[in-house]
T-cell receptor
Framework: GDSVTQMEGPVTLSEEAFLTINCTYTATGYPSLFWYVQYPGEGLQLLLKATKADDKGSNKGFEATYRKETTSFHLEKGSVQVSDSAVYFCALDASGNTGKLIFGQGTTLQVKP | DTGVSQDPRHKITKRGQNVTFRCDPISEHNRLYWYRQTLGQGPEFLTYFQNEAQLEKSRLLSDRFSAERPKGSFSTLEIQRTEQGDSAMYLC????????????FGQGTRLTVV
């Protein structure tokens, strides 16, 4: 079945460091891919998305490129801030139309000043 | 619009009791989803509605679980005869119909079964 695998956390970085959180997926067809973020005490929020191969999603300095050949959607940011500390979830929608999301297990990011 | 709201935010119940959660989606959204999230894991899909029709249910949704969306607006999720394994965060999300559209999540209801 369809699935998402994320790198295990927690990831601890110093402010201004480069961030990569790996995400790979298994799906039939051509899924849409998403990164959601959950800040402490808040609900899940969409960070970025890509709906077809080679698309790059970007938002708030974060980027991820839909790589069909490697079935990956790695999240990157050039310079993290303390305020980026959160749990990041990679997700896919392989349903074609239902909007049903399949999530990875989440990766906790802690950024230290 | 204040986004997706869920009530209650926290619920502690004794094993064997019934509980009901409510979700109010964003008003113009015709799709509503329920997910369950346990500690250290990502959300798992339970069920979804388009308008008032329940279109898909996960195998995770045992016979003790029932969800409704009677007028295509708010939704309720009921768990009968709760078990300790039901302890989790129950998340509601809403969206417009269509693939690849953004789902907006509520803050969830945390259920603890003692």
């Amino acid at each position: 079945g369809d699935s998402v695998t994320q790198m295990e956390g927690p990831v601890t970085l110093s402010e201004e460091a480069f961030l990569t959180i790996n995400c790979t997926y298994t799906a039939t067809g051509y899924p849409s891919l998403f990164w959601y973020v959950q800040y402490p005490g808040e609900g899940l929020q969409l960070l970025l998305k890509a709906t077809k191969a080679d698309d790059k999603g970007s938002n708030k300095g974060f980027e991820a490129t839909y790589r069909k050949e490697t079935t990956s959607f790695h999240l990157e940011k050039g310079s993290v801030q303390v305020s980026d500390s959160a749990v990041y979830f990679c997700a896919l929608d392989a349903s074609g139309n239902t909007g049903k999301l399949i999530f990875g297990q989440g990766t906790t990011l802690q950024v230290k000043p | 619009d204040t986004g997706v709201s869920q009530d209650p935010r926290h619920k502690i119940t004794k094993r064997g009791q019934n509980v009901t959660f409510r979700c109010d989606p964003i008003s113009e959204h015709n799709r509503l989803y329920w997910y369950r999230q346990t500690l250290g894991q990502g959300p798992e899909f339970l069920t979804y509605f388009q308008n008032e029709a329940q279109l898909e249910k996960s195998r995770l949704l045992s016979d003790r679980f029932s969800a409704e969306r009677p007028k295509g607006s708010f939704s309720t999720l009921e768990i009968q005869r709760t078990e300790q394994g039901d302890s989790a965060m129950y998340l509601c999300a809403s969206s417009l119909a269509g693939g690849g559209t953004e789902a907006f999540f509520g803050q969830g209801t945390r259920l603890t079964v003692v």
